[in-house]
Nanobody, 126 residues
Framework: QVQLVESGGGLVQAGGSLRLSCTAS????????MGWFRQAPGKEREFVAG????????SYANSVKGRFTISRDNAKNTLYLQMNTLKPDDTAVYSC???????????????????WGQGTQVTVSS
């Protein structure tokens, strides 16, 4: 059974940091490009960050560039999102996803992803 499970969310004060993890089972993470998305209450899901299979290339939404870092450890079958200098606007459910398209390219549309985790809540207080 293919599954992605996120962890590491929680409540943090503005300016703080969190590190999210996404552990894969039933699939070999190195075969895929991966991404993080988030959805705030009342808003559509939005792209946060993406990474190619080799970690050679990454991409970020403008709203998180310079504060968030996406990384992966293929040996551990795990994807990460380091989030620094958090803001109240970062409050959302964060989900990792596996791309069903080329692993050597970056993908920012949710339509490019075919397996999703259940999400982890991140709440940033002011």
């Amino acid at each position: 059974q293919v599954q992605l499970v996120e962890s590491g969310g929680g409540l943090v004060q503005a300016g703080g940091s969190l590190r999210l993890s996404c552990t894969a089972s039933g699939l070999t993470l190195s075969a895929y490009a991966m991404g993080w998305f988030r959805q705030a209450p009342g808003k559509e899901r939005e792209f946060v960050a993406g990474i190619t299979w080799s970690s050679m290339t990454t991409s970020y939404a403008n709203s998180v560039k310079g504060r968030f870092t996406i990384s992966r450890d293929n040996a551990k079958n795990t994807l990460y999102l380091q989030m620094n200098t958090l803001k109240p606007d970062d409050t959302a459910v964060y989900s990792c996803a596996k791309s069903g398209r080329s692993r050597i390219l970056l993908w920012s549309s949710e339509n490019d992803y075919d397996v999703w985790g259940q999400g982890t809540q991140v709440t940033v207080s002011s």
